[in-house]
Each structure stands twice: as structure tokens, then as C-alpha cells.
């Protein structure tokens, strides 16, 4: 069953968070009012993350919140607001 993670998801490190809980998909919302372009840079960010842990899809972290080391904010660039 996907499960939609929402809520507060202003940054990559706040929907990588959500999919490595596992959330499937995550929702961007009051974020786009403060920053129309926050779902690029969300996106980027993901990419960022994916590429510097040796992942090639963002369904390989979906629900490995065991697997991984606390999420550093090591996606700084990405913040919105």
C-alpha cells in the first residue's frame, strides 16, 4: 500500500526523511508559496543525496531507515525560505 508522506516538507532533507521512513511519495505544499521553485530544488537535493550514497533510484531508500546514519544537513543549498 504507497504511503504519502505530508507535512511540513520544505527542504530534500525533509522528504528524504519521509521516504527513508517509508513514504512512497511525498507532497509539497505551503512550501510552494514561499518558493515556487522549491520542488527543483527538492528534487535536486534527492539527486545530490542518491548520487554521494551510491543509490541510482530514489526506490532504494524507500523504508530503509535502518540501513541508513541520520541525515546529516548536508543539503544545505536546498532549503526553501
Not at 514561499?34 to 545530490?48: F, H, Q, R, S, T
Amino acid at each position: 500500500m504507497p504511503i504519502i508522506g505530508q507535512g511540513g516538507i520544505t527542504s530534500a532533507n525533509d522528504a528524504l526523511e519521509f521516504l527513508i521512513a517509508g513514504a512512497t511519495t511525498v507532497g509539497v505544499g505551503t512550501a510552494l508559496f514561499y518558493d515556487p521553485l522549491v520542488c527543483k530544488k527538492i528534487n535536486a537535493g534527492i539527486a545530490d543525496y542518491l548520487a554521494r550514497h551510491g543509490f541510482s533510484r530514489v526506490t532504494d531508500i524507500i523504508g530503509t531507515s535502518s540501513a541508513h546514519p541520520p541525515l546529516e544537513a548536508a543539503i544545505t543549498s536546498t532549503k526553501a525560505c
